[in-house]
């Protein structure tokens, strides 16, 4: 009997080959067996499970930091900022001491560049920044209708499109943010109004529950109060009676006055006759 065994990821297959009597028989047989799938790295999009899967996947990454620094005797240390912005740091001697060493390893590997190549390097960004601001400052003076001496007739004619279009878009603009205002000032009327009718209506039957309760509460001030009506009521009849008798006797004694200037002037009538007779 000769066995043949062959291995995949996913499942083994055994081959078995058996003689018997010079005929061969060939027998298969396949055994699956199940194992952990390829999981494919992307961002995870739910929250727990991301969040889950942080925590694990740091805890393991931290154990096998600290395996190697054992095993190995290396040197090492691990920074984690989350997505939170939280830190998670390990060192198996001192995260400076090892920072300070990772930089010193840059320079050596590193060298910085001398000053002569920078400022080689340096004036072709700044040259390239320097031609986009001028261009820029020219496309805002021709919006403004500034420095057009040198455009033709067909920038003329493209600048005016654009110079349109940027009107047409703000008067939109300025429509629609008037509309807006609009809408806004009628909801509030019509809050204004609604509060008004509730404010009057709440008058009226304030009036109404209110018409004359201290009168009809209180019956000793009733009383009090007609009483003092009536009073005031014959106090005005007297005074109206005394000036009426005043100006009956006034009238009188000017009548008495009137009949004896008469007397007067008749009695002079008759002796001045009697005069001139004699």
């Not at 009997?1 to 996913?10: G, P, Y």
């Not at 095993?71 to 995260?95: H, P, Q, R, W």
């Not at 008798?245 to 009137?258: D, F, I, Q, W």
Request: proline residues 1%; aromatic residues 6%.
């Amino acid at each position: 009997m000769v066995f043949f065994s062959f291995c995949s990821l996913s499942n083994h297959i055994h081959l078995v080959v058996s003689v018997f009597g010079g005929q061969e028989k060939t027998k298969i047989s396949k055994r699956i067996i199940m194992g952990r799938g390829k999981i494919e790295i992307k961002k995870i999009e739910n929250l727990n499970s991301r969040q889950v899967t942080f925590s694990k996947r740091r805890t393991g990454l931290l154990k096998k930091a600290k395996e190697l620094s054992v095993l190995c005797d290396a040197e090492v240390a691990v920074i984690i900022f989350s997505s939170t912005g939280k830190l998670y740091e390990f060192s198996n001697t001192s995260m400076e001491h090892t920072l300070s060493r990772y930089s010193r390893g840059l320079e050596m590997d590193y060298p910085q560049h001398s000053s002569d190549d920078l400022a080689v390097e340096a004036p072709d960004d700044v040259n390239a920044l320097k031609n986009e601001l001028a261009k820029l400052r020219v496309a805002y003076l021709r919006m403004l209708g500034k420095d057009l001496e040198d455009l033709s007739l067909k920038e003329l004619q493209i600048l005016e499109d654009q110079m349109s279009e940027g009107i047409l878009a703000v008067k939109d603009k300025k429509e629609e943010v008037l509309l807006e205002q609009l809408k806004k000032s009628k909801i509030q009327e019509q809050k204004a109004l609604l509060e008004n009718e509730a404010l009057h209506k709440q008058l009226d039957e304030i009036r109404r529950t209110c018409k004359s309760p201290f009168l009809e509460f209180n019956p000793l001030e009733k009383k009090f109060l007609l009483s003092s009506s009536k009073a005031v009521s014959t106090s005005a009849s007297e005074e109206n009676e005394h000036s009426d008798t005043s100006l009956h006797l006034g009238l009188s004694t000017e009548v008495r006055r009137k009949r004896k200037s008469q007397k007067i002037n008749h009695t002079c009538n008759d002796s001045g006759s009697q005069v001139a007779s004699e």
